[in-house]
């Protein structure tokens, strides 16, 4: 099964991420950053495999810049603060 085909891994594995670049020093604005780029790397070439996915590239895909950064840093969050 592949990490993206559950959510629950899913975010297990970018909250491993986020804490290793914390840990190693990346600001938490940085992180918001990669975050970002993370989803618009998604949002290009991965198709959603599950339906969580699903609503965040819908979500993803009808907002502007503000919101895209906005609903990254959410993503962040959700994965930091269990």
Known sequence: M????????WKEF???RVQQAVDTGMAHEKVDQVAF?????LA???DPKNEQERLLAEMWR???DEDRHALARMM???VTHH
Do not use: I, T
């Open 2 to 9: 592949s990490v993206l085909s559950n959510f629950d891994q």
């Open 14 to 16: 970018l909250g491993d």
């Open 37 to 41: 780029r993370v989803g618009e790397y």
């Open 44 to 46: 290009e070439k991965v």
């Open 62 to 64: 009808v907002s502007g």
């Open 76 to 78: 962040v969050n959700l």
